[in-house]
């Protein structure tokens, strides 16, 4: 086994073998990096999760964050990982060299967020949304306010937040209360509470940059009339260093389930009239201001689904290799027969190839969407661009809900490959499982990124995004016909996307009937459906390269077959993700058809019964 927490040879075969990142690197801005270059830094960042990182997830999740005094305090096994974590420049490898980044592909970038994910969530969490905020201020800011901000949260001096959430205004960001006055000087007055504020006040940093949602009075009501205001817990001088304390005080933090190493506080803005913010954009633009942090923190939540099974899914396969009990099916009764380990067991064998291929396809479609932003960068037509920033927008709240339903339902199947001692701390998986729930929730739960995909992403360029995604599906489809190996998995393939394709022109219909409430009852179940579909393509466009690749190994060895997996760890990993594909069209998109008829019945029913059923 490897590091217990990613699969590194896979991500490897995803970027390289799978998504041609080498091609990338014969473009501008990639061209000064060789595949060895990135290798190297895939190896630098895996040691730093394994050794620096990873050893603190117990140890944080048992100390959690304390609120005392007014004042939260992390995990004290967060400080000197954070330094060597900023010091390393692992804060913005992707971005450009101009603000401290290394200019490196997000496909690569990905591949760092999913190690860093795995290692420990709750710490990645606060260098993840300092990101978000600097890339805010990169984009929007004045060059004044990148001066004043952007360059020390680039360099994870201070970190960053996003604050939308109220009590009120939760999925409904558009009811905010959080109010901004214009002061004489340009700047503002900002007064409310924000809640649920992740990274919202912590002893990491000596200053927090708060990205505040909030309407300036007589704005409209509504999201048309939100504005964005950077607002500092500590001001920040001319020069940039951090001055008087801001009118920012944190009413308490919150004690939670899992990630508990990240401090989710309650913030009161101007309890005494004089909480300075300024704008950042334009006024009323605030909305679409903060969309480019949460789309960002979007992916970042489909990563935090993908991160968290992969290291569920490594170790329960290690531990299955080594819990002896029971014995094998094929001995029947025989009192004399040996127990063995529980990877023998076919229902375990089930569930951990069950794992795998959901692991693998989901990790094949973070790093296909993170390398739709690269292709955008090097398209040589607007055309081009349009096209695959137009994947992008349709896949993010795919990989958000996707990713984060199965990593929970991935990091539950560990849990019962370890049985008892599964549910017990002293093994990681049930931290996984309690790090990993909120990603169905936060950033927009995943009933809302249904919403989303349904209502605007389906349509969207008159719909010349979806028909460009279906259409590589397609292309592969045909492709495979003539594949012996995976003819019959490419079959159950196609049946799933037509069924698919049937079910948005079902939803078409349905909207032009005026009969919209359909799509919308059924989104989530066919965002998931629109996922297994993905995946399941991603998986078969895998298997062909590693039935290549497989051909190659086995034609340079005399071994059968059995013994040559047994000896040949390149051919046990290319046989592997053949089989998960293969497995994957059969368990999953064999279904796909059944469930896509069953939206089609139209069953009415949770709108149709009556609220006191329910609850009666
Ligand atoms: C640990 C943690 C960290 C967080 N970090 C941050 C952060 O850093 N910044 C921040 O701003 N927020 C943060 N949040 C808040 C989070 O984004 C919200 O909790 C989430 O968006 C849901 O809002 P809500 O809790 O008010 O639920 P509600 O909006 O009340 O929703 C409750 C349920 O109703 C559903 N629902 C609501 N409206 C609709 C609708 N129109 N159609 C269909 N279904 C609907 C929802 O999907 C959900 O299932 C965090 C929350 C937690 C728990």
Request: net charge negative; proline share 3%.
């Amino acid at each position: 086994m490897g590091n217990l927490i990613v699969n590194t040879r896979d991500q490897q075969f995803v970027l390289f073998e799978q998504l041609g990142l080498e091609k990338l690197l014969q473009e501008e801005p990639f061209l000064y990096f060789t595949k060895s270059d990135l290798l190297m830094i895939m190896g630098e960042a895996e040691k730093l999760a394994v050794n620096v990182i990873a050893p603190t997830l117990k140890e944080s999740d048992r100390m959690g964050c304390k609120f005392q005094d007014g004042k939260v305090t992390v995990p004290d096994c967060f400080h000197e990982p954070f330094k060597k974590y900023c010091a390393g420049g692992w804060l913005n490898p992707m971005d450009d060299p101009e603000v401290g980044g290394q200019g490196i592909p997000f496909g690569v970038g990905f591949a760092l967020t999913e190690l860093f994910g795995a290692a420990n969530y709750s710490f990645a969490m606060y260098p993840g949304l300092t990101h978000g905020t600097a890339g805010l201020l990169h984009s929007f800011g004045t060059e004044e306010q990148k001066r004043r901000y952007m360059d020390k949260l680039y360099a994870g001096e201070w970190t960053g937040t996003m604050c939308l959430t109220e009590p009120g205004a939760g999925s409904d960001v558009g009811a905010l209360k959080t109010a901004a006055k214009k002061m004489p000087d340009g700047n503002y007055l900002i007064s409310g509470t924000k809640c649920f504020i992740s990274s919202g006040d912590h002893n990491l940093t000596p200053n927090i940059i708060h990205m505040v949602l909030a309407r300036i009075e007589g704005d409209v009501p509504g999201t048309r009339g939100i504005s964005i205001f950077i607002v500092p817990k500590y001001r920040v001088r001319v020069d940039g260093s951090a001055g008087e304390e801001n009118d920012v005080a944190t009413g308490g933090i919150e004690h939670k389930m899992g990630i508990k190493g990240s401090a989710t506080a309650t913030l009161n803005f101007g309890e005494n009239g004089n909480c300075i913010g300024e704008l950042l954009g334009r006024e009323r633009e605030g909305l679409k201001i903060m969309f480019q942090m949460m789309n960002e923190a979007r992916l970042g939540t489909g990563m935090q689904g993908l991160a968290l099974a992969s290291a569920a899914y490594e170790h329960a396969v290690s531990y299955a290799r080594e819990r002896i009990q029971g014995t094998a099916i094929q001995e029947g009764k025989n009192p004399e027969a040996k127990p063995v380990a529980i990877i023998n067991h076919p229902d375990i064998r089930r569930k951990l190839l069950w794992m795998k291929a959901h692991v693998e396809g989901m990790r094949s479609l973070c790093y296909f969407t993170a390398c739709s932003f690269d292709r955008a960068r090097v398209a040589r037509s607007e055309e081009e661009k349009r096209q695959r920033e137009g994947l992008l927008d349709l896949l993010t709240p795919i990989v958000k809900a996707y990713c984060s339903d199965k990593g929970m339902l991935i990091c539950s199947a560990a849990m019962d490959v370890y049985g008892g001692y599964g549910y017990c701390s002293e093994y990681p998986v049930e931290q996984y499982l309690r790090d990993e729930k909120i990603a169905t929730i936060y950033e927009g739960t995943n009933g809302i990124q249904a919403l989303d995909l349904v209502g605007r992403k389906l349509g969207q360029n008159k719909g010349a995004n979806v028909m460009h995604m279906t259409g590589l599906i397609k292309n592969k489809i045909d492709r495979l016909q003539s594949s012996p190996d995976l003819k019959n998995a490419a079959a159950l393939l196609e049946e799933a996307l037509k069924a698919l394709l049937e079910t948005m022109n079902f939803f078409a219909a349905a909207g032009k009937n005026g009969d919209f409430i359909l799509p919308v009852l059924n989104a989530s179940k066919f965002l998931e459906i629109f996922g297994d579909v993905l995946v399941g393509y991603l998986l078969l466009d895998a298997a062909e390269i590693a039935g290549e690749k497989l051909k190659v190994v086995s034609a340079a060895s005399s071994l059968e077959q059995k013994v040559l997996f047994r000896e040949n760890k390149e051919a046990a990993f290319y046989s592997g993700r053949i089989a998960s594909a293969k497995f994957f069209a059969a368990d999953v998109l064999a279904t796909v058809r059944a469930r896509c008829e069953s939206i089609k019945l139209a069953d009415k029913s949770p709108l149709e019964m009556s609220e006191e059923a329910f609850a009666y």
